[in-house]
């Protein structure tokens, strides 16, 4: 919740009688020049009073935002007096307004974007939404992509090298501790290569090793802000600080953070659109690294090793111009690659799916398509023995088998039409509906490494039993 601080100026007694004296006075007399030139500011004092943490600011505060978690209930917004959820800081790190920032700080919209949305403000005070492309909450990072206008551009931040960071020389955090936007304090690197536990919004508890140690003054709502050089280079993300002790901060080395952007947050199933592959950054070149089977690119014809020049007709040599393209890219429709093999240059039509599409298929190997059709619903809920007059709103049927997937290997085909899931507790099992592709994929994130025993139902006849989730 953001804190105000209201300051009150009192003017009474003597005070009040010398204002209105002064009213009264006549006009003071002009300044001779002299006495003018005396007053202006020395320009040299001013230059030798900009000291290398001023221009480290300086370089670096416009590409330090402040972010805010926002309750999509305006009635339970109004009964609460605010909308505000919760706070934090990011960074950005491309000029189309790709920003980092902590997944604890993102952790309730990304977990819930039908009730919580994202708000990030620039330095200057302009306001945009933010969509999460992709977290990863092993590593305490999350990727946002801001809602800039057309043409709009924002200014990203110089990146530095943690490798090469002294233990004693001179940091500097930015961030939006307690809502005051772009704080600035400073320390020096107290220690490298920290491990800490901590508690995270979902009720766990986080195991973070490899962190920076600073006695920067770090806050709460400095998470996902900027730990800099003392050049005005990032090379830490702020993520925790020590409680009960004082200057005692944590902050994700910049070096980690480029490794988890390339492996994990653009890489992964879950950013943006799935391609069913990961690209890595080698010799200066975009390769073709691994091919998740009978995903978009193993079917479009891609191959390990393939260098890809072009994404939807725009060149791209990282990982960063890459995912700026990406975010652009749509379920179910077409997204050219321009790739080098050997000596051979073509083209590729990869035809992305969402990232619950993607979850799915790399969990059992399965895509599926929700079908609302009056006649497909009604013969499943004739099995199921829904009572008379009521329709299931959806039912989630297969049209795609991975070959020797999880799925596969259970006997599920295409065609078939998912019932139930059988939730086995102590206290007895029980049969629970599909809720859609999303609530499916979120279903296979909870039972990794578990068996999801389900129903099928193919032509007439109902098929149950275990498939092994990945």
């Not at 986080?206 to 140690?213: D, E, F, P």
């Not at 993607?358 to 190997?365: D, F, H, Q, W, Y």
């Amino acid at each position: 919740m953001l804190n105000t601080v209201r300051v009150l100026l009192i003017l009474g007694g003597a005070a009040a009688a010398s204002c209105a004296a002064a009213a009264q006075d006549p006009p003071a007399r002009k300044l001779t020049p002299a006495e003018s030139k005396a007053m202006d500011f020395d320009e040299a004092d001013l230059n030798e009073r900009v000291t290398p943490e001023v221009k480290a600011v300086r370089r670096a505060e416009n590409s330090v935002v402040s972010i805010y978690v926002l309750t999509r209930d305006e009635r339970e917004a109004r009964f609460r007096g605010t909308p505000v959820e919760g706070q934090g800081s990011g960074v950005i790190i491309d000029a189309s307004g790709l920003v980092i920032t902590n997944w604890h700080v993102a952790a309730y919209p990304a977990a819930r974007p039908d009730a919580f949305q994202t708000q990030v403000r620039l330095k200057d005070g302009r306001k945009f939404g933010a969509r999460i492309l992709n977290v990863s909450r092993d590593h305490d990072l999350a990727l946002l992509q801001m809602e800039l206008p057309d043409g709009e551009h924002v200014k990203p931040i110089s990146i530095g090298d943690s490798d090469s960071l002294m233990v004693g020389e001179t940091l500097i955090a930015i961030g939006n501790p307690q809502g005051h936007a772009n704080t600035v304090t400073r320390g020096v690197l107290s220690a490298v290569d920290r491990e800490i536990a901590a508690r995270t919004p979902d009720g766990g508890v986080l195991q973070l090793k490899g962190l920076l140690q600073t006695d920067a003054a770090i806050n709460q709502g400095n998470s996902g802000g900027a730990l800099l050089d003392i050049t005005g280079k990032l090379v830490g993300v702020n993520n925790a600080m020590a409680a009960n002790a004082e200057n005692i901060g944590f902050a994700i080395p910049v070096n980690t953070v480029q490794r988890v952007f390339h492996e994990l947050l653009v890489g992964s199933a879950n950013f943006s659109m799935w391609m069913g592959m990961r690209l890595d950054e080698r010799d200066g070149a975009l390769e073709v690294a691994a091919i998740d089977p009978g995903g978009p690119a193993e079917r479009a014809g891609l191959q390990v090793g393939d260098k890809v020049v072009a994404a939807d007709r725009q060149p791209v040599r990282s990982s960063l111009d890459y995912a700026r393209v990406l975010v652009s890219a749509q379920a179910g429709r077409a997204f050219p690659l321009a790739v080098r093999r050997g000596n051979r240059e073509l083209e590729v039509t990869p035809v992305p799916l969402s990232p619950s599409m993607g979850r799915i298929a790399r969990a059992i190997g399965l895509q599926v398509e929700e079908v609302r059709d009056r006649s497909v619903l009604q013969a499943a809920g004739s099995v199921l023995g829904v009572r008379p007059g009521y329709r299931l709103p959806l039912v989630l049927r297969v049209s795609n088998v991975v070959k020797d997937s999880s799925a596969d290997n259970s006997g599920v085909q295409v065609g078939d039409v998912l019932l139930y899931w059988v939730d086995r507790s102590p206290w007895g099992n029980s049969k629970r509906l599909f809720e859609g592709i999303d609530g499916l994929a979120q279903l296979l994130a909870a039972a990794q490494g578990q068996d999801l025993y389900v129903s099928v139902l193919r032509e007439g006849e109902v098929y149950d039993g275990p498939i092994r989730v990945n």
